[in-house]
Nanobody
Framework: QVQLVESGGGLVQPGGSLRLSCAAS?????????????MGWYRQASGKQRELVAVITSGGSTNYADSVKGRFTISRDNAKKTVYLQMNSLKPEDTAVYYC??????????????WGPGTQVTVSS
């Protein structure tokens, strides 16, 4: 399996900022990673469905949920196989578990999709 490790979640006051990171790595089962087509962030608030926050392709094309446009910025370092989410002007409604996703991960053993375990973001005064 391809492994995703997230970091950067936590508690922040409304109007504050957080930066999430997610690094992808291969395993003994999947082998080394050659490329990752798209990496993105999804979130799931309590009692709600998981929703797309932002996604970025290997070529740098991005897509954002309307609710975060102008406040969140997604970026990636292809060499480090890492995606970042800079979250500014955070609102209480941004509170959720944030999940990293890697789509069409090409490895020595095949092509995989992968999800991280999630990191909690809480926006509260």
């Amino acid at each position: 399996q391809v492994q995703l490790v997230e970091s950067g979640g936590g508690l922040v006051q409304p109007g504050g900022s957080l930066r999430l990171s997610c690094a992808a790595s291969g395993s003994a089962a999947s082998g080394s990673i050659f490329s990752i087509h798209a990496m993105g962030w999804y979130r799931q608030a309590s009692g709600k469905q998981r929703e797309l926050v932002a996604v970025i392709t290997s070529g740098g094309s991005t897509n954002y949920a309307d609710s975060v446009k102008g406040r969140f910025t997604i970026s990636r370092d292809n060499a480090k196989k890492t995606v970042y989410l800079q979250m500014n002007s955070l609102k209480p409604e941004d509170t959720a578990v944030y999940y990293c996703n890697a789509a069409r991960v090409v490895t020595t053993s095949g092509v995989y999709d992968a999800w991280g375990p999630g990191t909690q973001v809480t926006v509260s005064s």
